[in-house]
């Protein structure tokens, strides 16, 4: 099996064995799709999510941030540009999937219509063509959300090694997520060297290019918290609230907006 396919496989045994986990712990949380989770009172797992939280901080501030200042220093915006929309393009397969899986048929065409338009006309996505031209917004779709809309709770908040800040449903819907997408798969139909240099390019690229888009909206956020942790996780809660249609009274931090 290629290399991050297994990675794929391990990440999703990973994230169930959480979700396992975390709902035998608190039952009786899991059970209202509805559930709006805003603070603390969902974080019995606190202790270890700030040891793993810190190590994360750790090699952000050691490594990841130090990269991604590079990426914005020595690449030019119109260059990042043109990688970030190909990057946006290649999970077009992923919304699609999950909006039909939300029974959301019109939102699943438009992502469809914006693959083929942005892949073929919009240069493999370096162009929003089908966005700006034809008026085919992006739309935001995860298995998240999915299980969300089939009844699934949130359970437990988690902060994952390098993934950050999650939730027992987040996390195994991460999983799925990445076992979803096809790019992978197809460029595993070559030598597994074509293989190996797609999965490592991707991955080092997606992340190094989500980082240098929130540079400035975590640098804010770090710079006012008193307990950054607890911040984090407000933040990112509210934000997923926001994103499942769960009303919330808090604004939503710049650092998850997209």
Not at 244 to 258: C, D, R
Request: proline share 5%.
């Amino acid at each position: 099996m290629r290399s991050m396919n297994l990675l794929r496989v391990t990440v999703l045994v990973l994230c169930l064995g959480f979700g396992i986990t975390g709902c035998a712990s608190d039952p009786a949380k899991s059970d209202s799709r509805d559930e709006f989770v805003s603070d603390a009172s969902h974080d019995p797992f606190e202790p270890v999510n700030r040891v793993v939280f810190d190590v994360n901080d750790f090699f952000d501030r050691l490594l990841f941030r130090p990269l991604a200042e590079m990426y914005r220093f020595f690449v030019p915006e119109f260059v990042r540009d043109r990688v970030g929309g190909i990057i946006d393009n290649m999970g077009e397969p992923v919304v699609f999937a999950n909006s039909l899986m939300q029974g959301r048929a019109t939102d699943a065409g438009i992502t469809l219509g914006r693959l083929v338009v942005n892949s073929t006309a919009g240069v493999g996505g370096m162009w929003d063509i089908a966005g700006k031209e034809i008026g085919w917004k992006s739309t935001s779709a995860d298995f998240g959300q999915t299980l969300h809309t089939w009844g699934v709770g949130q359970g437990p908040y988690l902060v994952l090694p390098l993934f950050g800040p999650s939730t027992v449903r987040d996390g195994i819907g991460m999983g799925v997520d990445m076992a979803m997408t096809p790019w992978g798969y197809i460029a595993g139909i070559g030598p597994a060297s074509t293989s190996n240099a797609y999965d490592y390019v991707s991955t080092g690229v997606g992340a190094l290019v989500k980082r240098e888009r929130h540079i400035d909206d975590i640098d804010e956020l770090k710079k006012g918290s008193i307990d950054f942790y607890a911040q984090m996780r407000s933040v990112y809660l509210q934000y997923r609230n926001k994103r499942l249609g769960v009303i919330s009274t808090l604004p939503t931090s710049a650092a998850y907006e997209e």
